[in-house]
Antibody, heavy 120, light 107 residues
Framework: EVQLVESGGGLVQPGGSLRLSCAASGFPFSEHYIDWVRQAPGKGLEWVGRIRNKANSYTTEYAASVKGRFTISRDNSKNSLYLQMNSLKTEDTAVYYC???????????WGQGTLVTVSS | DIQMTQSPSSLSASVGDRVTITCRASQGITNDLGWYQQKPGKAPKRLIYAASNLQSGVPSRFSGSGSGTEFTLTISSLQPEDFATYYCLQHKSYPLTFGQGTKVEIK
């Protein structure tokens, strides 16, 4: 069974940093892309970024709203994915989901999400 | 960026009704589109991939169609568990973009 479990959310002040983790199991981790998607309270879904698989050299893509502030990385030895978030803004407040994506398709499995609140 | 315009933003329907939700892409995306269902407090769940392929385990009352710029999600006979918010997602080019969502409510 595919499982994705996010952790690391919490309350942080504007300008601060936070690192989210996503633990994956039940599938060949290095073969899949992983996307981060977020949802602000009461709002729709927003794609944050992607890290590709081994075959595509683990390259990354980011939404313009987070580029230069957020970094996605992965540790394939631990089947884990990370979202390093720096220079956080109040508008980054959201539930953050990690998702599994087969190359060429849309995200097919989602974690339960972790809430990040940016507030003073 | 490719804009995904989803309509309607909300609808009220009764159990047994046929429901249709539309997504229009600002440029052609071939069939690089997925449909998702989200219930309050839960993660989204994929219903349809590649515009018209039913995700394993999803009831056959859900169907998707379209290609290029116009896409449709149809629920042939609405069930009580289908009341939720639905989103389309294009993955043709970066950034990936979602429609703004359609909330399906009980009439």
């Amino acid at each position: 069974e595919v499982q994705l479990v996010e952790s690391g959310g919490g309350l942080v002040q504007p300008g601060g940093s936070l690192r989210l983790s996503c633990a994956a199991s039940g599938f060949p981790f290095s073969e899949h892309y992983i996307d981060w998607v977020r949802q602000a309270p009461g709002k729709g879904l927003e794609w944050v970024g992607r890290i590709r698989n081994k075959a595509n050299s683990y390259t990354t893509e980011y939404a313009a709203s987070v580029k230069g502030r957020f970094t996605i990385s992965r540790d394939n030895s631990k089947n884990s994915l990370y979202l390093q978030m720096n220079s956080l803004k109040t508008e980054d407040t959201a539930v953050y989901y990690c998702t599994r994506t087969i190359p060429g398709s849309s995200p097919d499995s989602w974690g339960q999400g972790t809430l990040v609140t940016v507030s003073s | 960026d490719i804009q995904m315009t989803q309509s309607p933003s909300s609808l009220s329907a009764s159990v047994g009704d046929r429901v249709t939700i539309t997504c229009r892409a600002s440029q052609g995306i071939t069939n690089d589109l997925g449909w998702y269902q989200q219930k309050p407090g839960k993660a989204p769940k994929r219903l349809i991939y590649a515009a018209s392929n039913l995700q394993s385990g999803v009831p056959s009352r859900f169907s998707g169609s379209g290609s290029g710029t116009e896409f449709t999600l149809t629920i042939s006979s609405l069930q009580p568990e289908d009341f939720a918010t639905y989103y389309c997602l294009q993955h043709k080019s970066y950034p990936l973009t979602f429609g703004q969502g359609t909330k399906v409510e009980i009439k």
